[in-house]
């Protein structure tokens, strides 16, 4: 149905249980729509469905050998919407993470004449946005492969994290883009005392990588915060944290992210769509090419994370992007209307920390406008999305202007509605 089978795995080791490249070179004998695919398979290989979600190998501590793992992945969500599209009058598709709209679009093989991006119903004083290039000792920070694993640049990472804990009061969330580089980072700021520090402020906490085990981590995470500690939480791009849940008012007065949240490049099946899509394009399929399809999954799952903060009219919150590259037009244009309208870009360190502090003390010495009690037609797993008339405030001044907004296309970007009719 448009996409292609995988095997991933390995036997017991030997050169023949080694299966090839899957489908690379079948290429020119499957099309965009064809069901058919080709891979090797060896004969000994045993086969389960335990895993099927991800595609990907996992090695078996009780068995001698790996267990292969075959999943069927569709590379092309226009089959799923196909149906929808040609039996309804209209289609209308609303949502607060479409942007960038024209990955959207093209993924599901549908044009939308009628969009609309929309700006947030909040007040423009009500959140704070700032791209910070450089941290506290000047050093540029960009959150890429070489960079990671540099133990200056994640002390760095760390004293941008302390301070804006510092001056934040409420929960504060930092996403970065695997659980391997969590575990780094903390790893680290444990050895160098940073974390002792970080916990002296707010209490800790990390999503953690059973999803069985969430639901606890977020209880805890809500007391801290609600009983005046606070909270600093530890989540990953995509996770269940940064899709699923709201976090209103105390629950996330900031929230950090840590470079552009590129999906892992060597994953079989993010190689296969690229492949996919690139071969779409050299057949005059209206599709994005790979490279471009690939940034804009690290920009969505951008705008999903910082997504968990101000989820009510009344609510207030800061917005950190951790990396230089978020100063680029390329990066810029596929954030969502709502925070790219607001952006701050920072060079000096000292200055951003102060204009955050100056944000923060402006809302928590004003008025409290209380939201109203959760409704039971609501859901939410922290406190319920609610809407209310903002309390007045004043524009906060930055040191640096924001990028002029792009020019207005022929056809207008979708942030919240897209309506087609057919």
């Given at each position: 149905?448009?996409?292609?089978?995988?095997?991933?795995?390995?036997?017991?080791?030997?050169?023949?249980?080694?299966?090839?490249?899957?489908?690379?070179?079948?290429?020119?004998?499957?099309?965009?729509?064809?069901?058919?695919?080709?891979?090797?398979?060896?004969?000994?290989?045993?086969?389960?469905?335990?895993?099927?979600?991800?595609?990907?190998?996992?090695?078996?501590?009780?068995?001698?050998?790996?267990?292969?793992?075959?999943?069927?992945?569709?590379l092309n969500p226009a089959v799923a919407f196909e149906e929808l599209k040609t039996k309804a009058r209209s289609v209308i598709v609303t949502s607060g993470t479409l942007s960038p709209l024209s990955s959207?679009?093209?993924?599901?093989?549908?044009?939308?004449?009628?969009?609309?991006e929309a700006a947030h119903v909040i007040d423009r004083a009500s959140v704070w946005v700032g791209a910070l290039a450089a941290g506290p000792h000047g050093r540029k920070l960009e959150a890429v492969y070489r960079n990671m694993g540099n133990l200056r640049f994640q002390d760095d990472v760390g004293a941008c994290v302390s301070a804006v804990c510092d001056?934040?009061?409420?929960?504060?969330?930092?996403?970065?883009?695997?659980?391997?580089?969590?575990?780094?980072?903390?790893?680290?700021?444990?050895?160098?005392?940073?974390?002792a520090s970080l916990e002296r402020v707010k209490p800790v906490f990390a999503e953690p990588h059973d999803k069985r085990e969430l639901e606890n981590v977020m209880q805890q995470y809500s007391r801290a915060v609600k009983a005046g500690r606070g909270g600093l939480f530890f989540a990953v791009f995509r996770g269940k944290v940064s899709e699923g849940l709201d976090f209103s008012d105390e629950l996330a007065r900031a929230v950090i992210t840590l470079g552009v949240p590129f999906p892992m490049m060597s994953d079989v099946t993010i190689v296969q769509k690229r492949e996919f899509n690139d071969l779409g394009v050299s057949r005059g399929k209206e599709l994005l090419s790979g490279s471009e399809w690939y940034t804009a999954q690290a920009h969505r799952a951008l705008n999903q994370a910082l997504g968990r903060c101000i989820r009510h009219r009344n609510d207030w919150g800061a917005l950190i992007l951790l990396d230089a590259r978020w100063q680029q037009a390329q990066h810029i244009r596929g954030v969502s209307k709502w925070v790219r309208e607001k952006i701050t870009h920072w060079t000096n360190f000292e200055e951003s920390m102060a204009s955050l502090e100056d944000f923060c003390n402006g809302h928590t010495n004003s008025p409290a406008v209380a939201p109203p009690a959760p409704s039971a037609a609501t859901g939410g797993h922290l406190q319920d999305c609610t809407n209310h008339l903002p309390p007045p405030c004043v524009q906060h001044p930055g040191n640096a202007t924001a990028p002029p907004p792009a020019k207005r296309a022929k056809k207008a970007s979708m942030d919240s509605v897209a309506v087609k009719h057919y």
């Amino acid at each position: 149905v448009g996409g292609t089978a995988l095997a991933a795995g390995a036997g017991a080791g030997t050169e023949a249980a080694k299966p090839r490249r899957p489908f690379a070179g079948d290429r020119a004998s499957s099309g965009l729509s064809s069901p058919r695919g080709s891979f090797a398979v060896p004969a000994a290989a045993s086969f389960s469905s335990s895993h099927a979600d991800s595609g990907l190998a996992r090695s078996q501590a009780a068995t001698p050998h790996r267990e292969w793992v075959l999943a069927f992945v569709c590379l092309n969500p226009a089959v799923a919407f196909e149906e929808l599209k040609t039996k309804a009058r209209s289609v209308i598709v609303t949502s607060g993470t479409l942007s960038p709209l024209s990955s959207f679009a093209s993924e599901l093989n549908a044009p939308f004449p009628h969009s609309l991006e929309a700006a947030h119903v909040i007040d423009r004083a009500s959140v704070w946005v700032g791209a910070l290039a450089a941290g506290p000792h000047g050093r540029k920070l960009e959150a890429v492969y070489r960079n990671m694993g540099n133990l200056r640049f994640q002390d760095d990472v760390g004293a941008c994290v302390s301070a804006v804990c510092d001056r934040t009061p409420g929960g504060v969330l930092f996403f970065v883009s695997s659980y391997r580089v969590m575990d780094m980072l903390v790893k680290r700021w444990k050895a160098t005392g940073l974390f002792a520090s970080l916990e002296r402020v707010k209490p800790v906490f990390a999503e953690p990588h059973d999803k069985r085990e969430l639901e606890n981590v977020m209880q805890q995470y809500s007391r801290a915060v609600k009983a005046g500690r606070g909270g600093l939480f530890f989540a990953v791009f995509r996770g269940k944290v940064s899709e699923g849940l709201d976090f209103s008012d105390e629950l996330a007065r900031a929230v950090i992210t840590l470079g552009v949240p590129f999906p892992m490049m060597s994953d079989v099946t993010i190689v296969q769509k690229r492949e996919f899509n690139d071969l779409g394009v050299s057949r005059g399929k209206e599709l994005l090419s790979g490279s471009e399809w690939y940034t804009a999954q690290a920009h969505r799952a951008l705008n999903q994370a910082l997504g968990r903060c101000i989820r009510h009219r009344n609510d207030w919150g800061a917005l950190i992007l951790l990396d230089a590259r978020w100063q680029q037009a390329q990066h810029i244009r596929g954030v969502s209307k709502w925070v790219r309208e607001k952006i701050t870009h920072w060079t000096n360190f000292e200055e951003s920390m102060a204009s955050l502090e100056d944000f923060c003390n402006g809302h928590t010495n004003s008025p409290a406008v209380a939201p109203p009690a959760p409704s039971a037609a609501t859901g939410g797993h922290l406190q319920d999305c609610t809407n209310h008339l903002p309390p007045p405030c004043v524009q906060h001044p930055g040191n640096a202007t924001a990028p002029p907004p792009a020019k207005r296309a022929k056809k207008a970007s979708m942030d919240s509605v897209a309506v087609k009719h057919y």
